[in-house]
């Protein structure tokens, strides 16, 4: 029999033994048993196991119980491994009896004895109740250590500055807003702009509690997960109004995670130690979305009342914080929007407030909105100018346009863009409809008009309609300008010296140049496409005739003109080869010409266009700022010469192709009408603006009067362009231009009348100081033009005395070369040589004069002497009233004397 050890029984042992040796059993040993095979000596004293019942089979190292080694126990069964120990029959898995021996894997380790758990009892679990108060308890400690986190962060972290989109405000130059950028419709009130009303809406409606926390409120908290759990969703947000700011403010998103929320608490805490809570609430009126595309109080006040927001009502205020709750939700739906206003009263009314009564009077006012404004139309083209240009001209604020809050001052007159406005609608009752092109109405309609001292830009329409079109043809499109590009080429021969007396003779003429190798011939608007008669330039330019203009071309060359147009304002290319240029072939937009009558009202100094006049940030640092660029490109003397001659379109007495479109005050000007009427322009100016009007279909459809009949300047733009300046410059003093000193007036010999009967005619003109003609008749026969004109008419012209003279080579006879002996010289005074005045002239010898001494045009020539027919030119306009025909222009009938 072994002997005894130290547990009491096989069953005993077993069941106390319940942890193997593992790794404990292979460290330590017993004192008395011996080992078994793999194991050292266990512990304790040897006891026998009778039966040699197996191990329990539970895994080597760690028993059931947690914590607790195999073989921590007297008489613990040995690891798997053990097998019978010489003193008695061991477990197979080997055990530390007092006998038995470790197997391998474990000897027997010391301990103290374990009490034993009855058999079949369990153990008790909490109560739900004290789960929850052990959850409640941990969630306070970690609520309590994140805020202290969060304050600790806080204290140490920078409050970021805040990024609030606002929008771009654009104003007139008068300081009228015209349009507002923006991604978020904002302006930022300040704290004295806010009434006390609105105030104490918000604080009811979104956060009673605003001035009693400090950035969190548990009640609001509490109450809103209690609801939201009762409702199984969420109905009801516990943030106060710096939780909302912070969210709003620096942009953060909805998402649930534990980095926003810490994000958002850190801001919270920030905001709540920086700020007063008076501060925050200003903050947050400016920041909060009201529905419609209101950010803030000031836009919404203006938005659905129309009014400042420091004259809203008590109604008003509760209405607008009614609203942040669901802005695109209560302003379409009236019947809510009153039942959450009056809602928001009563509850002024139970905070204290305000007075039960007052909350009774401002419930029983009826709730009315503001309809949704339409679309700002309000020079929708220019401001689309405005963008544009600030992209060129300050590139780097281009991608804050929309959120940056910027002031743009522009050079717009709002007056004189109504006025632009007004005068392009009438549109439609001048010309015949044309369909669409491309969905876009036909024909369509440009004008821009530009103080000529500056360049400062006061009006501009792009088209018809920016919705349906936004193409802004003021800028944007090239056309051909026909005649009215006529003002450089004259500007170009009268800088040349040449005088306005100049005669050149309308007839049939032939340049190199045509197509398929035929000769250029240039025609003019009439039976046989010629005047068949001498005019100088400022009948020329009256009546807007072609040939005469082709043949001045030809004299100066096109590369000259084109030279002096582009240092006058033109940018677009323009031929240097054609004569056509004289007629208008290169295109350019109404900019540009625009601009290059400026030149010429600005009496030589060119402008740069600008539409902006200084960007300021929303702090009033200014940005950029422009100022008018002027370059003298022009002597005054020249430029007041070509405006002088311009007059004369507005004159009857010419027969000038604008004379229906005088505007009650000085004014000069140009028609233009291309081929078939597809482009018809009108440009004028006084000293104070210039315009610049065009008419066309974008297909290059021919332009028609409501009767049928081709369109010409005079007929349509020409009439946009009078209603307008008459509008534009109502109410303002008439002026004119001051003449330069190196002008002069005085008479010279000239050619008129018909080819038939060509005549010598005395006028009284403006000339170039020391440029004046020498006065006689005879110097004008040495000018190989004219006798090239003569040789072609076949005739000598009758001459102011019946003395014939010798001929000139070529020429016939030519009586009475020389004036009468009194005829006033050059300046003005008795002619050296005397004789007759030309004032005594018999009838149909002289020339006739205006109530103000000056020379009537047509000269001497009686009613059947002629020179009068139709007249015009494809690239320019033509006389309304006249005979239509292909290819027309604006010529008008040369007048009669």
Not at 66 to 77: A, D, E, M
Not at 440 to 446: D, N, T
Not at 638 to 647: G, P
Request: with cysteine.
């Amino acid at each position: 029999m072994a002997p005894r050890g130290g547990s009491r029984d096989d069953g005993t042992n077993r069941r106390r033994g319940r942890r193997g040796a593992g790794d404990h059993g292979r460290r330590g040993g017993g004192e008395t048993g011996t080992a078994g095979p793999g194991g050292p000596p266990g512990t304790g004293n040897p006891e026998p196991n009778p039966a040699g019942d197996p191990a329990p089979a539970y895994p080597a190292g760690r028993s059931r119980r947690r914590g607790t080694p195999y073989g921590n126990r007297p008489g613990g069964w040995a690891g798997p491994a053990g097998g019978p120990s010489p003193g008695g029959e061991g477990p197979p898995a080997g055990g530390t009896g007092g006998a038995g021996a470790s197997g391998p894997g474990g000897g027997a380790g010391g301990g103290e004895p374990e009490r034993r758990r009855r058999p079949g009892r369990r153990r008790r679990r909490p109560s739900l109740a004290r789960r929850v108060a052990r959850w409640a308890a941990l969630a306070v400690v970690a609520l309590a250590l994140a805020g202290a986190g969060v304050v600790a962060f806080a204290a140490v972290t920078p409050l970021p500055k805040p990024d609030v989109p606002q929008a771009t405000v654009i104003y007139d130059s008068q300081g009228r807003v015209v349009a507002s950028l923006y991604r978020q419709n904002r302006q930022l009130a300040r704290p004295e702009e806010i009434p006390e009303s609105l105030r104490q809406a918000v604080v009811a409606a979104e956060d009673a509690r605003f001035y009693r926390h400090h950035g969190f409120d548990p009640v609001a908290i509490g109450r809103a997960a209690l609801h939201n759990l009762e409702a199984g969703r969420i109905v009801e947000g516990g943030s106060s109004i710096t939780q909302q700011l912070a969210r709003t403010l620096y942009d953060l998103s909805l998402e649930r995670t534990f980095g926003r929320k810490f994000r958002e608490a850190l801001l919270t805490v920030k905001l709540e130690t920086r700020y007063s809570k008076d501060e925050i609430l200003t903050m947050y009126l400016n920041q909060v979305y009201f529905g419609r595309g209101a950010y803030g109080a000031k836009v919404a006040a203006r938005e659905y009342f129309g009014k400042p927001l420091d004259q809203l009502t008590l109604a008003e205020s509760a209405t607008l914080a009614a609203f942040i709750r669901g802005p695109e939700i209560y302003w379409r739906q009236p019947e809510r929007a009153k039942g959450r206003r009056d809602w928001v009263l009563s509850r002024m009314a139970e905070l204290g407030m305000i007075t039960p009564e007052q909350a009774r009077r401002a419930q029983a006012q009826p709730l009315v909105l503001r309809p949704p404004d339409e679309p700002d139309t309000r020079a929708p083209y220019f401001v689309d100018y405005v963008r544009d240009r600030l992209g060129a001209e300050v590139p780097e604020l281009a991608g804050q346009l929309y959120t940056g809050g910027f002031r743009i001052y522009t050079t717009l007159d709002l007056d004189m863009q109504q006025a632009a406005e007004a005068a392009v609608a009438r549109l439609d009752e001048l010309v015949a409809p044309l369909g669409a092109y491309r969905g876009v109405p036909q024909p369509q309609v440009a004008l821009v008009a530009l103080d000529p001292a500056t360049g400062a830009i006061r009006a501009m329409v792009g088209g018809r309609d920016f919705a349906t079109t936004p193409l802004n043809r003021a800028v944007q499109a090239r056309r051909q300008p026909g005649s009215a590009f006529k003002p450089f080429l004259y500007t170009a021969v009268l800088a040349a010296a040449e005088p306005i007396t100049s005669p050149v003779a309308c007839r049939l003429r032939q340049y190199p140049g045509g197509e398929r190798g035929e000769p250029y011939t240039p025609r003019d608007y009439g039976r046989d496409g010629y005047h068949n008669a001498f005019l100088d330039i400022r009948q020329a330019v009256a009546i807007s005739d072609n040939v005469v203009a082709v043949e001045w071309m030809n004299r100066m060359k096109p590369s000259r003109v084109a030279a002096l147009a582009r240092r006058m304002g033109i940018t677009s290319p323009l031929t240097t080869q054609h004569l056509t240029l004289a007629l208008g072939e290169s295109e350019v937009t109404p900019l540009e010409l625009a601009r290059g009558y400026a030149t010429l009202a600005n009496l030589g100094q060119r402008v740069d266009p600008f539409a902006i006049l200084r960007v300021e940030d929303r702090d009033g640092t200014v940005l950029f700022r422009q100022a008018p660029r002027l370059e003298r490109v022009l002597a005054p003397e020249v430029a007041w010469l070509v405006t002088d001659v311009l007059k004369s379109v507005f004159d009857p007495a010419y027969g000038g192709t604008g004379r229906a479109l005088a505007i009650g005050r000085p004014a000069a000007g140009k028609t233009g009408t291309t081929d078939a009427s597809r482009d018809v322009w009108f440009v004028g100016y006084t000293p104070d603006l210039v315009a610049a009007v065009w008419v066309g279909s974008d297909d290059f459809q021919p332009v028609l009067l409501p009767g049928g009949a081709g369109a010409t300047g005079s007929s349509t733009a020409g009439r946009i362009w009078q209603a307008f300046m008459r509008a534009a410059l109502d109410g303002r003093p008439a002026r004119d231009w001051a003449r330069p000193d190196g002008v002069v007036r005085a008479s010279a010999c000239t050619l008129t009348g018909s080819l038939d009967d060509p005549r010598f005619q005395w006028r009284e003109e403006w000339f170039l100081a020391g440029h004046v003609p020498p006065p006689n008749c005879l110097a004008l026969l040495q000018d190989p033009y004219v006798r090239e004109d003569l040789a072609a008419a076949g005739r000598a012209p009758r001459g102011l005395l019946p003395v014939p003279l010798p001929s000139l080579p070529g020429l016939p006879g030519l009586p009475g070369l020389m004036p009468p002996e009194t005829a006033p010289g050059p300046d003005g005074g008795a002619n050296p040589e005397g004789g007759a005045a030309p004032g005594d002239l018999e009838p149909g010898e002289g020339q006739s004069r205006d109530q103000d001494g000056r020379a009537v045009p047509g000269g001497g020539a009686g009613p059947g002497d002629g020179g009068a027919g139709g007249g015009g030119d494809p690239g320019g306009g033509r006389d309304d009233a006249a005979e239509a025909a292909p290819d027309a222009g604006d010529a008008s009938p040369i007048p009669p004397p």
